[in-house]
């Protein structure tokens, strides 16, 4: 019994509509450990994930638990089985405050009645399971007015509350700071102790190591294998990739040219103090800061998404009115946004028709659309980002997660924008399309463009740019050339409360 597996996926298939997603897969998970899933974009992970918690059925295979076959037909249903899943996209309702998300369709009763709510009861559980997570919340916050990793807390709780035994984290550090990162491993660390399993997909090699027991390697909708985690990751990465990675921060640097975007004194009132940067041709600059110090707000100022108090932009040294995100893209502006599906992509769209979107005057002739041409653009970047797709015409909706995201990065290629923002572009892509996304940044600048790249992961921002300003309460409170930047210097910054 002591060696009984928890949870068994035995040959697991699914097909969509032209890719067999999953090829027999099998995963074996022991009880009390922290099973990490690891594959490229599109090997499958999240695919197994929602056959085991019943959002989708399977063509055939098995599961078992405890050595019982059971059928999960609904989410539901795996929840009744102690199955629950934390999604990377918060699944909260944001009207609703915590404890009523936490509770919600399984509200505490007055007695057998169908329409008394417990109120009391209600606010009493969920103060626990916050306790238990060490939350100083109270349970009747506003979910609305919670940042990432607070929601992500909250699906925790919401998880031990339907007394889970198995909780999927589906990239669960994509959205946080590293002092939150840390909480999340010590909260795992303490679950795990009671008893709690989990099934852990993250891209973070080093991160998997720090918080992982076994792992098990999808490549292509096939099982690779199952090794312990202080696997050498070159020999992880060969696992996922089937081939060797070239260099991750392939970066050559060169003096900058001329200005090509100068922003000065920038101000929105709450939110930006004071911003005045520039930008040279050649140029990465990272923007380093805790999440919430207006890296994005920044950024989405600078491209008139948002609207701004006062400041004025310059474009190679000329004065442009922007006030909307049409008026940057003709000032050769663009911004890939961290929130992939919100901001910047049309689901229901295929690839092509998102990536021309914002540049499609290009393949213009008079009113028409020069199709052969866009079809060879988007083929071209198809290939160039190893975006893994059946046709340029496959709607983005039906893509990995990571995919979605190289499309995102394709559609602001296109526009030939000279100075683009980069929003968090490396959340949840794998090391694979990570080194294709940075060869691709090198790139650009080496033609001459400039980027403004935002990340919460600080060992990428200092291997990649050429200098960086730390933002704390919308505010540079310091610029860090390449030399002087460290992790260190960075966090100290990023922390003054100026
Ligand atoms: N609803 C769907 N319709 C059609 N194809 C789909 C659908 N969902 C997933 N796929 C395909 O199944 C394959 C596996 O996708 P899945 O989302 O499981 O990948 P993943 O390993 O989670 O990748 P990522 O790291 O990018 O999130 C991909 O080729 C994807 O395009
Ligand atoms: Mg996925």
Request: with cysteine; aromatic share 6%; hydrophobic share 40%.
């Amino acid at each position: 019994m002591g060696d009984q597996p928890l949870l068994v996926m035995d040959r697991i298939v699914k097909s969509f509509p032209g890719v067999r997603a999953l090829d027999q897969v099998s995963l074996t998970v022991r009880r009390g450990e922290v099973h990490v899933l690891l594959g490229e974009n599109g090997a499958g992970k999240s695919t197994l994930m929602k056959i085991l918690t019943g959002a989708y059925p399977r063509d055939s295979g098995s599961i078992l638990l405890n050595g019982n076959p059971v059928e999960i037909e609904s989410p539901q249903q795996a929840l009744a089985l102690g199955i629950s899943m934390v999604y990377q996209e918060s699944h909260l309702a944001r009207h609703l405050n915590i404890a009523e998300n936490v509770f919600l369709g399984r509200e505490p009763r007055y007695g057998s009645l169908p329409g008394l709510i417990d109120r009391a009861a209600l606010w009493e559980h969920t103060r626990e399971h916050l306790a238990e997570l060490n939350l100083s919340l109270s349970p009747r916050t506003a979910v609305r007015s919670l940042s990432a990793a607070q929601c992500q807390m909250v699906e925790i709780a919401k998880a031990l509350s339907a007394e889970a035994r198995i909780i999927i984290l589906d990239e669960p550090t994509a959205a946080l700071a590293e002092k939150e990162i840390d909480r999340l491993f010590g909260i795992i660390r303490a679950l795990k102790q009671r008893g709690v399993t989990f099934i852990y997909i993250s891209h973070r090699l080093e991160e998997i190591a720090a918080v992982g027991d076994r792992i098990t390697v999808l490549r292509d909708g096939r099982t690779i294998g199952t090794v312990p985690s202080a696997t050498d990751p070159r020999e992880l990465i060969r696992m996922m990739a089937g081939r060797e990675i070239g260099e991750l921060f392939p970066r050559d640097f060169s003096a900058p040219g001329e200005e090509l975007l100068r922003v000065e004194r920038l101000r929105r009132e709450g939110v930006l103090r004071d911003i005045s940067f520039s930008a040279r041709a050649g140029e990465i600059i990272g923007l380093a800061g805790l999440v919430g110090s207006g890296r994005t707000e920044l950024a989405r100022a600078v491209f008139g998404a948002d609207r701004r108090d006062s400041g004025d932009i310059y474009i190679r040294g000329e004065s442009v009115e922007i006030d909307t995100p049409e008026q940057a893209i003709r000032a050769g502006i663009g911004y890939l946004s961290e929130d992939r599906k919100l901001l910047s992509l049309a689901l229901g769209l295929s690839i092509r028709a998102n990536v021309t979107l914002a540049g499609l005057k290009k393949y213009c002739r008079g009113p028409f659309i020069h199709q052969g041409k866009e079809y060879q653009a988007v083929e071209s970047y198809i290939k160039e980002l190893s975006i893994r797709a059946r046709h340029p015409d496959q709607k983005v909706r039906t893509l990995s997660g990571g995919n979605q995201q190289k499309v995102v990065v394709a559609r602001w290629l296109a526009t030939e924008a000279r100075v683009l923002f980069f929003d968090e572009p490396t959340v949840g892509v794998d090391v694979g399309a990570k080194a294709e996304i940075f060869s691709l940044m090198n790139a650009l600048v080496r033609r001459g463009g400039a980027i403004i790249f935002i990340s919460s992961y600080l060992p990428e921002l200092l291997a990649i740019c050429d200098r960086l300003l730390v933002l704390s309460r919308g505010k540079i409170v310091r610029e860090l050339s390449r030399e002087e930047a460290t992790q260190e210097e960075i966090l100290y910054y990023s922390a003054l409360g100026n």
